[in-house]
């Protein structure tokens, strides 16, 4: 079964650091195109980082980068998001999500057709 669970998440001051784990079936982590967004309340869900299948490629939201690092566990079938420096625009609901292909931008929520749960991340000043 197709799956993603994420975890990890928690609250941190201004500054500090969190990984967040995703952990995904074979099938999705194989195959797949992995990434994670995040959203708060009223706000639209933003694209934060993407891992191709390879593995050799990693596309990175601009606010996110030089402070967070996507890395995958093909042993363990499961990827990481490394958060450094975080700041309290960083709040929010993490998900992890799959798609087949990059036929559209990466950060394209709607392309995507396998999520998971979400973890919270809050971030205080």
């Known amino acids: 079964q197709a799956q993603l669970v994420e975890s990890g998440g928690g609250s941190v001051q201004a500054g500090g650091s969190l990984r967040l784990s995703c952990a995904a079936s074979?099938?999705?982590?194989?195959?797949?195109?992995i990434a994670w967004f995040r959203q708060v309340p009223g706000k639209a869900r933003e694209g934060v980082a993407c891992?191709?299948?390879?593995?050799?490629?990693?596309y990175y939201a601009d606010p996110v980068k030089g402070r967070f690092t996507m890395s995958r566990d093909k042993v363990n079938y499961t990827l990481y998001l490394e958060m450094n420096d975080l700041k309290p625009e960083d709040t929010g609901m993490y998900y992890c999500?799959?798609?087949?292909?990059?036929?559209?931008?990466?950060?394209?929520?709607?392309?995507?057709?396998?999520w998971g749960q979400g973890t919270q991340v809050t971030v205080s000043s």
């Open positions: 999500a799959a798609r087949v292909d990059l036929d559209r931008m990466w950060y394209d929520e709607m392309a995507y057709g396998h």
């Open positions: 074979v099938e999705l982590a194989s195959s797949h195109y």
């Open positions: 891992k191709s299948p390879s593995g050799r490629v990693t």
